[in-house]
């Protein structure tokens, strides 16, 4: 069974930083996608970063040259460092791997998703 379990997040003024972890087990690490998604009061789930099973990385453009996905295989975990934080930045964030669909929430069968951390930034 597929499991992540995330930690970090909290509340933060904007410019600042936070760093989100999310350790995985029953899967095979390093041959995994791994990702982030997030969920803000009143939107759908998007994505945030993609981490494809070649090793390319993706963002979104909201959030390119401010956070940076990575991922150490020895601990099955991976990052979502988050910089110059905003208050547009807050939301749910999930932790994700395996998504192939998701509708409104960031949940569902078509993936494996984290229990989701809370990020609040304010001015």
């Known amino acids: 069974e597929v499991r992540l379990v995330q930690s970090g997040g909290g509340s933060v003024q904007a410019g600042g930083s936070l760093r989100l972890s999310c350790t995985a087990s029953?899967?095979?690490?390093?041959?995994?996608?791994m990702a982030w998604y997030r969920q803000a009061p009143g939107s759908q789930c998007e994505p945030v970063s993609i981490?494809?099973?070649?090793?390319?990385?993706s963002y979104a453009d909201s959030v390119k040259g401010r956070f940076a996905l990575s991922q150490d295989n020895a601990k099955t975990t991976v990052y979502l460092q988050m910089n110059s934080l905003k208050p547009e930045d807050t939301a749910m964030y999930y932790c994700a791997t395996r998504v192939t669909g998701y509708l409104y929430s960031c949940s569902g069968p078509l993936g494996h998703w984290g229990q989701g951390t809370q990020v609040t930034v304010s001015l």
């Open positions: 029953g899967l095979t690490f390093d041959d995994s996608d």
């Open positions: 981490r494809e099973r070649d090793g390319r990385t």
